[in-house]
């Protein structure tokens, strides 16, 4: 998938942004939209760190209910809660991510099971967990190479952290 301005490649999960007012974002993935404002600012919509916390419950969620639906399991709730705490001396990273999952319904065994599944097929936990590479273009275009330019490993030389 191309951006259609740019032609550069995309993703297979396309998530728009726009600056709607001063610390104020219209977030838009395909038909659906809603407000996400600056931690920086006192609004009271959903942060980033919280929308990256949002995905890492909603996966969980989906996963665990799914997983228990096709295992037969009746009666199964869950619930899940998730937190992170910023780096001390590094704030462009989180320095512990906690999911904290409830399961009734099930006795232990299968409750760790269900979220065994999670943990080894939920591709937002994981690559949270591990860290990845991550390519940033501006303008549709990728920064170009020059000699001396501070790289770091990974994609495009940026590294993002979970």
């Not at 890492?56 to 809660?81: D, K, Q």
């Not at 269900?114 to 939920?122: E, G, M, P, Y």
């Not at 994981?126 to 000699?147: D, F, H, K, Q, Y």
């Amino acid at each position: 998938m191309t951006g259609p301005e740019t032609g550069v490649p995309r993703g297979d999960v396309v998530v728009a942004a726009e600056i709607a007012a001063p610390g104020r974002f219209i977030v838009s993935a395909r038909t659906n939209h809603l407000v996400s404002d600056s931690r920086l600012v006192d609004g009271e919509a959903i942060h980033a760190g919280e929308l990256l916390l949002a995905a890492l419950a909603s996966c969980a969620l989906a996963n665990i209910e799914n997983r228990a639906a096709e295992a037969g399991l009746p009666a199964v709730r869950v619930t899940a809660t998730a937190s992170h705490t910023r780096d001390a001396d590094d704030p462009t990273y989180y320095r512990r991510t906690v999911l904290e999952i409830g399961i009734t319904g099930v006795g232990d065994p299968d409750g760790w099971a269900l979220v065994d599944n999670f943990v080894a097929t939920c591709p937002i936990y994981n690559t949270v967990r591990r860290g990845s590479g991550i390519e940033v273009t501006l303008n549709g275009r990728r920064r170009p190479e020059t000699a001396g330019s501070a790289r770091r490993s990974g994609t495009d030389g940026d590294r993002a952290r979970g």
